[in-house]
């Protein structure tokens, strides 16, 4: 099996898994225990929550545990609007988000009568900035917009988008970093909310945080005990929770090493792809180079998922959350790309695990199917 499907999941670093192992077997009392037991795990989970925040250069406080970005990605946008709407009721998000945060929007519209407005994105994928200027007013009190898109790679221009939503309006700004961290430096000092998962970046499912500015009120999703602040109850996921720094460590210590070495691989990639027949790339000068997504013209994207499956290889097809609906790719039709473009592409995602070799076998693979059923 040969795997270019980093972008919905990666395998967990071995250094994370023994420390996990551990912690599963040492640290089993409940955080909130008051007796010695669980006060160290109420220590130990304080010194990630630390160590998280310094690596980010945030404070601790501004660290919230969650089960996943899924759940981040509610908190802060739920979480925010509820207890906000007093402040006016028009929300802003990009048509080209994550399931998460599309869904998210789409219930605070139905269920809770909110104004919404997605602003579209550029034929490269990022958000068209002159929407964003023209859509911002004094009723808007959240943008919700993603770092680095999942389907494409494309990545937003964070700080000026920021940096124009606080001067002109008093919004504030929401970032999914889920496909950025460990790829790029992410800015908080610019951002009011941000997001990110374990999994993206060789660490644990199940596994994520929020950041959130002290000053900001969440309507709790999860009610229960005074975990993370009182604003997500549950017995916290102590053993997770603080493996969670070492992730990251691990992930930031050699950031801009992978980065050189995967940009020299997808350059590669790409190059190969461009000298087949029928094929167009969709990954640009403006994406991080960890995602290549590309169309098949004459091969459909099942069809190419299947055969590349049956010859060992992983990619996906749109991002794995729209794998199981029929829809096409909302994010390429979203870039001007058309039904017939959406429907044929594929996502190859890459590491610094992923070798020359394996690109060089998945050319060949990519070439016969090419071959095989490119009479559609
Ligand atoms: N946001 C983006 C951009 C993602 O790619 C993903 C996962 O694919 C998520 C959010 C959700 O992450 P999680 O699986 O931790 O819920």
Not at 293 to 300: D, K, Q, R
Request: with cysteine.
């Amino acid at each position: 099996m040969i795997y270019f499907d980093y972008a919905s999941t990666t395998p967990l670093n071995q250094e994370v898994l023994s420390a996990y192992t551990k912690l599963l077997q040492q640290v089993y009392a409940n955080a909130d225990s008051l007796h010695a037991p669980g006060r160290e795990a109420q220590r130990l989970m304080e010194k990630s929550r630390a160590q998280i925040a310094q690596l980010l250069s945030v404070k601790a406080d501004e660290i919230l545990f969650t089960s996943c970005a899924s759940e981040a990605n509610s908190t802060a946008i739920k979480g925010f609007a509820l207890a906000n709407r007093h402040r006016g009721n028009h929300i802003i998000t990009t048509c080209v988000e994550h399931s998460s945060v599309l869904k998210a929007f789409a219930q605070l519209e139905a269920e809770f009568g909110f104004k919404i407005d997605y602003l579209p994105v550029t034929k490269k994928g990022i958000v068209n900035a002159e929407r964003l200027h023209q859509l911002l007013n004094k009723d808007t009190i959240l943008v919700s917009l993603m770092y680095v898109n999942n389907e494409t790679g494309a990545v937003n221009p964070v700080i000026e988008l920021c940096e124009y939503i606080h001067q002109h309006s008093r919004a504030m700004v929401h970032v999914d970093c889920v496909q950025a961290l460990g790829k790029l430096s992410i800015p908080l000092s610019c951002i009011d909310m941000a997001t990110f998962s374990a999994h993206k970046i060789y660490g644990l499912k199940g596994s994520a945080f929020l950041y959130k500015q002290r000053n900001i009120k969440l309507l709790p999703l999860i009610n229960g005990g005074q975990q993370e602040q009182g604003i997500r109850g549950g017995t916290s996921n102590a053993p997770a929770n603080i493996v969670l720094a070492k992730t990251l460590r691990l992930a930031l210590e050699k950031q801009d090493e992978h980065y050189a070495y995967v940009r020299s691989l997808r350059d590669d990639l790409c190059a190969k792809l461009q000298a087949m027949e029928n094929v167009q790339i969709h990954s640009n000068d403006l994406c991080v180079p960890h995602i290549v997504n590309a169309s098949f013209l004459n091969v459909g994207s099942e069809i190419m998922l299947n055969a590349l499956d049956e010859r060992g290889f992983c990619v996906s097809a749109q991002s794995t959350c729209s794998s199981r609906s029929k829809a096409h790719s909302y994010v390429l039709a979203a870039m001007g790309l058309g039904e017939h473009i959406a429907t044929h592409s594929i996502r190859i995602s890459l590491s610094h695990l992923t070798t020359a070799d394996e690109v060089n076998q998945l050319i060949q693979a990519l070439k016969e199917i090419n071959h095989d059923y490119g009479t559609e």
